[in-house]
Nanobody, 127 residues
């Protein structure tokens, strides 16, 4: 049974930093892409960043490029999202997700492409 558990959210002032963690369990994730998504109140869930577990290649939404960094620790089966220079518009519930990506030509960016989801962690950025 796949489990994704997010942690590390909280309240931070604009310009500050947070690091989110996603602990993955239940299977071997070497053929998976791991993604971070976020959902603000009244808005649709949107893609933030993704990483291929196998080779560590990454992809970012334009809105976070240069400020956020996704990474993974194979030994700990954990994916991280380092968020720097946070803005009030980054306020949202952040979700970790896993997508079976073997054979995919491009990094999965859409919600529907992801097979497993965590319950989310709240990030609030005050101005």
């Amino acid at each position: 049974q796949v489990q994704l558990v997010e942690s590390g959210g909280g309240l931070v002032q604009a310009g500050g930093s947070l690091r989110l963690s996603c602990a993955a369990s239940g299977r071997t994730f070497s053929s998976y892409a791991m993604g971070w998504f976020r959902q603000a109140p009244g808005k649709e869930r949107e893609f933030v960043a993704a990483i291929y577990w196998s080779d560590g290649s990454t992809y970012y939404a334009d809105s976070v490029k240069g400020r956020f960094t996704i990474s993974r620790d194979n030994a700990k089966n954990t994916v991280y999202l380092q968020m720097n220079r946070l803005k009030p518009e980054d306020t949202a519930v952040y979700y970790c997700a896993a997508c079976w990506s073997e054979g995919m030509a491009t990094m999965p960016l859409a919600v529907y492409e992801y097979d497993y989801w965590g319950l989310g962690t709240q990030v609030t950025v005050s101005s």
